[in-house]
């Protein structure tokens, strides 16, 4: 089995890179990614312990990309981790990520929840501060039932403790990725809420800016999902992706590693690592 987009504490996974693996190595997954958001910090740690479970890792990250005011996700798989430009990158955003907690923390206040920013860091436990982590916390203190439910009421676009971000752009995402040896995969291209029209110009924007492949299967896609993606991989000529997007053993029905096969007419983009 094949995983290539997991989650770690890193950001906001729940558990440790160590742990990460061998849930993954336990099901069956024999050559795994690790893709935090914005952080390289986890890849060390996964790297021995794939090694020490016998499978394959390929190092990874998820960048946080801004384009036309959406907010898009590049995965880049198979970079070197020691790469200064892409190191320098990526601590700009979770500098913007720590900048934009502060600014999360002041909109709640004003609603009457004090503390958030603290909790939230405390969570993360790093500088990698995510929404996610403002929703457990949201949820801890009984100001939602679930994190999700907190999602929706304080921390979704439009929502009191929503604030706009300008994250890296498409082209330095890739111009980062490409540097550090790595291949760039748009994740989850079905997943932004997009019009078809808007989905086909973020994918010829992605091809014209380098992308390299596309994410066609992502944790538990349906056959329609799968299909529609494997017809625009073929169309704009990228090379195909699958991850589960796992963030935590808390959810069941997604869960490291891949079971459905990639469709037979796609080139994988794990065939030149
Ligand atoms: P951030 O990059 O800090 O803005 O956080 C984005 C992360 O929040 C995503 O990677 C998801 O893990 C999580 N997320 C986004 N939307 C939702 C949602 N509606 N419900 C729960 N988690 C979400
Ligand atoms: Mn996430
Ligand atoms: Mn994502
Ligand atoms: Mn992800």
Request: hydrophobic share 45%.
């Amino acid at each position: 089995m094949i995983d290539l987009h997991l989650h770690s504490r890193a950001s906001d996974g729940s558990l440790t890179p160590t742990d990460l693996v061998q849930l993954a190595a336990a099901r069956g997954v024999r050559l795994l990614a690790l893709t935090d958001h914005d952080s390289l910090d986890g890849l060390a740690e996964a790297g021995a312990a794939a090694q020490a479970a016998g499978i394959r890792f390929v190092p990874g990250v998820e960048i946080s990309v801004t384009w036309e005011h959406k907010t898009l996700h590049v995965v880049g798989l198979n970079i070197a981790p020691g790469n200064a430009g892409l190191c320098a990158g990526l601590a700009r955003l979770r500098a913007a990520r720590g900048i934009r907690a502060l600014e999360m923390g002041r909109r709640l206040s004003a609603r009457g929840i004090h503390d958030a920013c603290a909790g939230a860091q405390h969570l993360a436990g790093s500088d990698n501060v995510t929404r996610t982590h403002f929703a457990q916390w949201l949820s801890d203190q009984g100001h939602a039932d679930t994190p999700q439910k907190a999602f929706q009421r304080f921390l979704a676009r439009g929502k009191p403790g929503h604030v706009a971000m300008t994250w890296a752009s498409m082209e330095e995402s890739i111009g980062w990725i490409h540097a550090a040896g790595g291949r760039a995969v748009l994740a989850h291209p079905l997943r932004y809420g997009m019009t078809r029209t808007w989905l086909m110009q973020t994918l010829t924007a992605f091809k014209q800016a380098g992308g390299d492949a596309i994410e066609i299967i992502c944790g538990r896609d349906n056959r329609d999902n799968i299909a529609t993606a494997a017809h625009y991989a073929l169309r704009f000529g990228f090379t195909a992706s699958m991850g589960s997007d796992f963030h935590n053993p808390a959810t069941p029905w997604l869960q490291p590693g891949i079971e459905t096969p990639l469709p037979e007419n796609l080139t994988p983009v794990w065939e030149c690592f």
